[in-house]
């Protein structure tokens, strides 16, 4: 090897670069190793074919293989490692094409050398957006007692709460409650963790169904009202059918919605399709006629006109209303797609008219439902129904305490979503 290294100077010279080495074994027959050395020169291709040494020729674009030995010298019988040798032929000059692939070959050199330092690169600012992202972290809860806000073993689901947009406080008391069943099961898998914050947070979601007997002699009389835009009649003709065909209850209809044009003429026609006997009241004895009229049903279902708790003379209208029907549930109608600043206002509004049951609709128009339910928590008023779409009835769910908890868990894989 040492010999083939030095014939390497001896014919390129001492700029040579040795490129590779290979050692060749002898063949079954018999025959000593070899050693092939492979060297190269960078600025001697560019130099004039009278310039170069005629003891210098190359190796394709930029390298050629050298013998251990000379061809003017006959090898020793003692060397133990003779080398192939190979016919030398005359290159110094070089073409255009392998001038450009000899180019190309720096240059793919070039890249594969930068590769690591833009991947470094990358990492780096990654590392620093992280870092980021951990001080803002550390600035918000810095003031917070204890630090965290809630211990580590929930804290993920304490954020994908705030996610889903459920108020701090419920987020927070629902973790906390969880974590101390955490410390006294002993158990700490996710998808344990997973479902002792569930539990603590249906144990916040206040549901009821409405349900109704049937033949008792006097009807029971449900009051639909909440804020225009939000679905009271589709709601009402959903509960209608559900009640009149799953079971097995007579139901009427009262309307009694003459602000919003082409509502009579909706309610109408689906009683016509439904089968159910309707009245339409615009005068207080009309009323009173109705509610007669139909006493002997299981079930009245009144729609009323969507009444802004803004405007103090709709609302007395509707307030009256109530008043003259005193039904057995009133039945206030909210839009899942409303923040929780408004359904919190909408709500108080109706406070005074009573409301017995929540319905939340339009369900499948957000992500986020966190809202309805931090109102159903603290308002604690029972949630009946949840409704998620036209379709009648089929898009209407009876609201429960799990179900709820669900929906702002996401989904039930064992981790956040």
Not at 266 to 280: E, M, N, S
Not at 318 to 342: F, M, N, W, Y
Not at 345 to 367: C, H, M, N, Q, W
Not at 403 to 408: G, N, V
Request: proline share 6%; net charge negative; hydrophobic share 40%.
């Amino acid at each position: 090897m040492r010999e083939a290294l030095l014939q390497v100077k001896e014919e390129l010279g001492p700029e040579a670069l040795i490129l590779r080495t290979q050692k060749i074994k002898g063949s079954l027959l018999g025959g000593s190793e070899r050693w092939e050395v492979t060297a190269g020169l960078e600025d001697r291709f560019f130099e004039k074919p009278g310039a170069a040494k005629e003891t210098a020729p190359a190796y394709g674009p930029g390298t050629r293989r050298i013998s251990v030995v000379p061809e003017s010298v006959e090898p020793a019988p003692a060397r133990t490692a003779p080398v192939a040798t190979e016919p030398r032929r005359d290159t110094t000059s070089i073409s255009r094409d392998e001038l450009r692939a000899l180019q190309d070959g720096i240059e793919s050199v070039r890249r594969a050398a930068e590769a690591p330092t833009q991947a470094i690169a990358a990492v780096r600012q990654d590392l620093g957006q992280i870092r980021s992202v951990v001080s803002l972290l550390a600035e918000h809860w810095k003031d917070q007692p204890g630090g965290l806000p809630v211990p580590p073993e929930v804290l993920p689901w304490y954020q994908q709460l705030l996610k889903s947009d459920l108020a701090e406080d419920l987020a927070r008391e629902t973790c906390q409650e969880a974590a101390a069943t955490l410390r006294e099961t002993g158990r700490d898998d996710a998808a344990w963790i997973r479902m002792v914050v569930l539990r603590s947070l249906a144990g916040r979601m206040p549901c009821a169904p409405l349900r109704f007997a049937k033949g008792r002699g006097a009807a029971s009389k449900v009051l639909f009202a909440g804020p225009t835009g939000v679905g009271k009649t589709t709601t009402l003709m959903k509960l209608a059918i559900r009640l009149s065909r799953q079971d097995g209850l007579s139901v009427g209809v009262v309307g009694c919605d003459s602000y919003r044009i082409g509502a009579q003429e909706q309610i109408k026609t689906f009683c016509d399709v439904a089968g159910l006997p309707l009245r339409i009241v615009f005068t207080d004895s009309d009323l009173d006629t109705a509610i007669q009229e139909l006493s002997n049903l299981d079930v009245v279902l009144v729609d009323t006109a969507g009444r802004s708790p803004a405007n103090q003379v709709h609302f007395l209208e509707l307030s009256t209303l109530v008043e003259r029907i005193k039904p057995t549930d009133l039945v206030l109608v909210q839009s899942a797609t409303t923040r929780l600043r408004d359904l919190s206002s909408s709500t108080r509004a109706y406070r005074d008219l009573g409301p017995s049951r929540l319905v939340f609709t339009k369900i499948d128009e957000t992500d986020t439902h966190g809202a309805m339910c931090t109102l159903a928590a603290r308002e604690r008023i029972p949630v009946t129904a949840l409704c998620f779409g036209q379709e009648i009835p089929e898009a209407m769910s009876e609201a429960s305490p799990d179900e709820l908890a669900r929906m702002l868990l996401g989904d039930e894989d064992g981790q956040p979503a």
